[in-house]
């Protein structure tokens, strides 16, 4: 049977920004044969990739701390900012998406990744770069791919690749489509309206943006997130 495609009903995607879950999803699913045995979720938030892994692993546990702004579905409560109280070498595959920057301690973070991991397990991150402040005031920090290398080298992880996922086309077109939006406001009407304008505007700009990507071809240091993959020893 063949596999299905990760959940890009995740509750961000909006018509102004569903190119971004298209292409961290594109990454997900071409490292899918990462992803088995025990797999647990660095912040997991409400899960809407769940149903994704499950197909490919036994058992799937998510952890976020009780503070998080989104529903609460962790199996494992827990600050990932400190010692997690897991015990070492029980995961096959650790992921993490769009968590990092959240957090104060990023580095005890990636320790614990390591130390719960099974020898040879993996790590999969998806961490934002130049992307807009979320989330705020909880929205410590933006790496770039030095950064994060070192970071995990740093922790213990060998074999890793840190692609960006956005060239700069598309980089560049959802930064417009995330200033148009900010044209929304005054009364139900007024919004109505400037909605019905910028709608079809912000289609555009992620369908053009991903045709210029594949004809002008500029460079790879301008991207809204990176995607990581890296293993444990």
Request: aromatic share 14%.
């Amino acid at each position: 049977m063949k596999n299905k495609r990760p959940s890009t009903g995740h509750k961000n995607k909006r018509f102004y920004n569903w190119l971004v879950y298209k292409t961290g999803d594109k990454f997900l699913t071409k490292d899918s044969d990462k992803i088995n045995g025990t797999v647990y979720d660095f912040g997991c938030g409400e899960k809407p990739y769940q149903e994704y892994f499950l197909q490919f692993c036994n058992e799937y546990i998510g952890v976020d701390w009780s503070e998080t702004k989104h529903l609460l579905k962790a199996d494992i409560i827990a600050d990932l900012n400190k010692t997690l109280p897991i015990k070492n070498n029980v995961a096959d595959t650790i992921v993490s998406f769009s968590v990092l920057e959240h957090l104060s301690q990023p580095e005890i973070m990636l320790d614990e990744a390591y130390r719960l991991l099974k020898s040879n397990g993996n790590f999969l991150m998806r961490v934002p770069f130049m992307y807009q402040v979320h989330e705020e005031p909880i929205d410590y920090f933006r790496y770039t791919k030095y950064g994060l290398k070192y970071m995990l080298h740093k922790a213990g992880f060998v074999n890793i690749t840190i692609s960006p996922t956005t060239r700069f086309w598309t980089t560049i077109m959802v930064k417009i489509n995330y200033q148009l939006i900010r044209l929304i406001k005054g009364g139900k009407i007024k919004r109505t309206i400037i909605m019905s304008l910028i709608k079809p505007i912000t289609y555009v700009n992620q369908w053009l943006a991903i045709f210029l990507d594949k004809i002008w071809y500029t460079t790879d240091k301008e991207t809204l997130a990176y995607w990581v993959v890296a293993q444990k020893k």
